[in-house]
């Protein structure tokens, strides 16, 4: 049955409340250790994660988190070893508690603070996104079994389904199911092993252990005394296709393990949108060196704006006021690392967000516009940004340009609000895409400052569509999008033309024929992958 009535109502939402998952930070590691069966490790923390239960809650109009004084804040938390245990059911719009076990107390006094894990979802939601992981993940493997084994088309297929085997552990990992990720490793531990000798495997371990640190470099040592009087140090790491210039205040560790989990990411795109395809028409042009530069430095403004100048020697351009309100920045240069990522460290700032969300936009420019500098479609590098955000964490807290959350709508619109609960981020952009989004040949032609929210859904959306569904017809499609748009007076014709032949449709508007395709696959759910991907 579909579900487009259900996903629909989500733009319909008449309550201030919206599904939520709080974090609980714990004044005393003893303390938390009392509740060691539902910690999961966040940000270098361990928390409980849940959903509020009793003297908690979250107000969306504020923003803020509100709990009574006294009393001990109760939450509904996950089964850290079966996503798919949810401790409740829906009776209409009313939650019904159907596992008390998984209702945890924690006194007042043991609370350090509260946060929020994550806005706009909760252990229904991330129940269904793990039900339609694990079909994806099964068809996968089906597709491997029907494959001699051992042949190229075998070893592909193979590599596929780990690849989303790993996604799903960093799902798993990024979200509170440890025990579950747990079990997980060890199988994808098994898989490996069958393949492990082989050149796509290789290629990708390789990558991946790439990472190193290097030393920081003369010139941004001297550049760090004259901007900071001595308070800045700066530290570099870098891998195979990345690097990362970072503030000393950050931990060695995990930029070494944002830069692995970039090498996944991209190893991931190439096994899903490159190897299947390549041939002498169809090139892989991801490049086997450094293409993008990411800089995490201070917060403080005037620092930030110094070194963009006088380390990377860009200029801030004609609209600098309103790019130095921004805690990110991007730039494009001539020689490699040609694709530069300039962000301050605001607090709580999402490194592997920040990482996700625009490594999809490298790998946009990169492998659909042959690395042109300047791509012309900015709703293809939304799109990919986005689905490299869900895919590999399951959120996306990185815009380039406002979007609200699905909780901005419930507080507009009062008459279906707690069912956002029951669904995932991804079902509620799919209905604002379906609801508002524009035809695809519309949504090429507008810019980023253009977009709105619904726009930039059908971008995420029809990506997905052209990823899971479309095969190597649908990356043609992408290329040729992009190669079209590089004569602006024709663009549409020229890439209308290339369409009709890449699909082989005759008589009809091949916009109309891939939008209805696309219409069809999301009112389902899209099914397939309708979900968040991980390491």
């Known amino acids: 049955m579909r579900i487009l009535t259900a996903i629909a109502a989500l733009l319909l939402l008449t309550s201030s409340a919206s599904a939520q998952l709080l974090a609980v930070y714990f ?26 239960y009793e003297n908690v809650r979250f107000e969306a109009e504020t923003n803020t988190i509100i709990t009574v004084p006294d009393k001990a804040r109760g939450f509904l938390v996950a089964d850290s070893d079966d996503p798919l245990k949810v401790p409740y059911k829906f009776d209409g719009d009313n939650k019904v508690v159907t596992a008390k076990k998984q209702i945890i107390s924690i006194p007042e006094n043991q609370v350090e603070r509260i946060a929020l894990f994550m806005r706009d979802n909760s252990l229904a939601g991330l129940a269904r996104d793990y039900e339609s992981r694990k079909k994806e993940l099964d068809a996968l493997s089906a597709a491997r079994d029907g494959k001699q084994k051992g042949s190229p088309q075998w070893m592909n297929a193979h590599q596929r389904m780990v690849s989303e085997m790993e996604k799903l552990l960093s799902w798993l990992e990024t979200t509170c199911y440890p025990d579950a990720a747990k079990k ?64 000393s205040s950050i931990d060695d560790e995990r930029i070494k393990a944002v830069l692995e989990f970039a090498e996944q990411a991209i190893e991931s ?57 921004s805690e990110g920045n991007g730039a494009e240069r001539s020689s490699p690392p040609e694709l530069l990522h300039y ?28 690395n042109r500098l300047g791509m012309s479609q900015d709703w293809l590098q939304e799109g990919v940004g986005l689905y490299l955000a869900l895919e590999w964490l399951g959120q996306n807290n990185v815009n380039c340009k406002a979007f609200a959350p699905p909780s901005e709508y419930a507080r507009k619109n009062k008459s279906e609000g707690d069912k956002a609960k029951q ?31 619904a726009d930039m859904a059908k971008s995420w959306s029809f990506f997905d569509f052209i990823a899971k569904k479309c095969g190597k017809q649908g990356q043609l499609f992408l290329r040729a999008c992009c190669n079209a748009s590089r004569t602006k007076a024709t663009f549409v014709k020229d ?31 899209q099914d397939t992958g309708d979900t968040k991907r991980n390491r």
Request: hydrophobic share 40%; net charge negative; aromatic share 12%.
């Open 27 to 52: 004044k005393d590691q003893k303390d938390a250790n009392k509740f060691k069966n539902n910690l999961v490790l966040y940000k270098g923390d361990y928390v409980v994660v849940g959903e509020p």
């Open 184 to 247: 997980l490793e060890k199988e994808i531990v098994k898989q490996q092993k069958v393949v492990a000798a082989e050149a796509i495997a290789a290629r990708g371990i390789a990558a991946k252990a790439s990472v190193k640190l290097i030393p920081t470099t003369p010139e941004l040592v001297a550049v760090a005394q004259s901007v900071s009087s001595g308070q800045d140090a700066f530290k570099i790491q870098e891998s195979l296709h990345c690097r990362i210039v970072y503030h």
């Open 269 to 325: 795109f190439r096994l899903d949108f490159v190897d299947p395809y390549v041939d002498a028409a169809y090139e892989d042009y991801i490049p086997e060196r450094i293409f993008c530069e990411y800089f995490f430095g201070p917060d403080d403004i005037p620092r930030h704006e110094k070194y963009f100048t006088a380390y990377y020697h860009q200029s801030w351009g004609e609209h600098k006021d309103d790019r130095l309100k």
């Open 343 to 370: 962000w301050r460290l605001a607090p709580d700032l999402d490194i592997e967000g920040v990482v996700a969300h625009s490594l999809g936009h490298d790998l946009a420019q990169i492998h659909y516009d042959r």
């Open 423 to 453: 669904l995932g981020l991804r079902d509620y952009f799919n209905a604002l895409a379906i609801e508002k989004g524009p035809t695809i040949d519309k949504l090429a032609l507008k810019g980023l400052f253009d977009m709105e929210d």
């Open 495 to 525: 890439w209308r033309a290339k369409a009709e032949e890449i699909f082989d449709v005759k008589g009809q508007d091949v916009f109309a024929v891939i939008d209805k395709r696309w219409k069809d696959f999301a009112e389902v759910g």
